[in-house]
Every structure is written in structure tokens, then in C-alpha cells.
């Protein structure tokens, strides 16, 4: 009997310590919604230079351009998730997070997309390929030295996310291939691709046109190219060929 008092003893004070943790979190809350917001502050990671947004567009976008109040208001009358989510819809923008502090200021922390590769149309304005996918506009702020692709898959009005079509996703794996490998990343300058996801690649070490076919078996193709400019072209001259084929398996087409 008295082990059976001592249990429930123990299992009261757990329980009356839980009420208090969770009461305290409670006030905490309700004391910090009473909180002014006196500040916003914003970190922009800008790790791979990219300079398309800056903290005055953040502000202005939370803000709609200084008509909404945030500044002075009582946190308690801030939608946080809804101004997080918000800033994620914005196409530069990869992450937000929105949170508050102890000392009464909104922290805005943003990740900015990376654009890898720059469409280039004689039918509309140029756009980005972001590295998960996504098309950006242009920015007036800034200019990535990037992969350029033109041709008939550059025109198309309807791409907004490469990762929606198969022929998409195998044009990311390309791209992505270009970015993990430094040297074929600096060599390859521009890619021309058809409507049908063929490419042709221009170069920046030589006047050959390289045909690459459509973006599949990525590592043999570049192990041919390596095999092209290492061992054949010495050989043969810089000059000798105007088109090398990568299309062909097992097979290095030169002309």
C-alpha cells in the first residue's frame, strides 16, 4: 500500500510539473503576442552569388510595397505563416522562413534560387532554369554566367517546371551532370535543343559541333567527347572536323 501511495505520489508530480512546462509556454506565448514587432530583420544567403533579390525587395513584398504594416504592430496581428508563405511563392525565392524573437524583431531568413542554365528565345523573353527546375524570369539586378539554350525547346510559352515531362527531367540530369563536373561545366558554353530534345553542343576549346542526341547514357557520351579531344584531335588537327556525333553507342562519328 505505502509503494502503491509512493507511485501515485511520483505520477502526480510528473503530472503537476507537465501543467506548469505547458502553462509557462502558454503565458510565454500569450506575453509574446502581446509583444510590438520593432524591426524586421532579413538575412539573404547569397553562398553562390546570386544577387536577384536584395533586403529592400523582401521588405517591400511583405509589406506590398509599404501599404501593409508590420512595423509597430503587435505580433498577436501578424499572420507569420501566411508572410512565409508568401515570400515561397515568389519565383526568386527557393526557402523563406519567418520567425520572431525574444527581443521583439521579425527574422526573415531567405535562400534564393540558382539559376544553371539560361533559355534563350527569338519568341519571348529569356528565362532561367533554376536548380530544381523551376523558370525564372529575367532579373533587372542581375546576370548569371550560365549554360545558354536556344532552339525550339527554348520557345516553348508553357515551360514552367522542367521536372513535368520525361524529356524535362532527362534535360535536368544533363544540367545537373554539368554542375556536379567543373571541367565540362567551363567547356560546355551553349546547348541547342529541338523540339524532340535533341541537343547539339558548342564548345569552348574547339569549333566542332557536337552532337549529343537526346540526353541520355550522360557519362559515356562526355567519356566519348574526352576520348575526341584527347586522343583524336592531336592526332588529326584542331581544325579537321566541323561535327563530331555522340549518338551512336559504342561509336564516335567525326566530319
Known sequence: MILNLKKI????????????????????????????????????DNQFENYFINESDIIDLITESGEKRIVGELFNDLNL????????????IQNAEVFKDVQGNLNISINQSRPIARLMSHK?????????????PMSKRYTARVTL??????????????NETEMGQQ????????????FWKAQISQMHIDKKGNINMSTQVSKQIVEFGKPIDIEEKFRKLKIFYKDILPTKGWNSYNRVSLKFKNQIVCE
Open 124 to 136: 519571348m523573353s529569356d528565362r532561367y532554369i533554376s536548380n530544381i527546375g523551376e523558370v525564372l
Open 9 to 44: 505520489w511520483d505520477i502526480s508530480k510528473i503530472a503537476l510539473l507537465v501543467i506548469i512546462i505547458f502553462g509557462s509556454i502558454g503565458f510565454v506565448e500569450k506575453q509574446y503576442g502581446k509583444r510590438i514587432c520593432i524591426a524586421i530583420n532579413v538575412n539573404i
Open 149 to 162: 539554350i536556344d532552339g525550339a525547346y527554348a520557345d516553348n510559352p508553357t515551360l514552367y517546371n522542367l
Open 81 to 92: 505563416k501566411e508572410i512565409e508563405n508568401g515570400l515561397n511563392s515568389t519565383k526568386f
Open 171 to 182: 534535360i535536368m540530369e544533363l544540367l545537373n551532370f554539368l554542375e556536379q563536373d567543373k
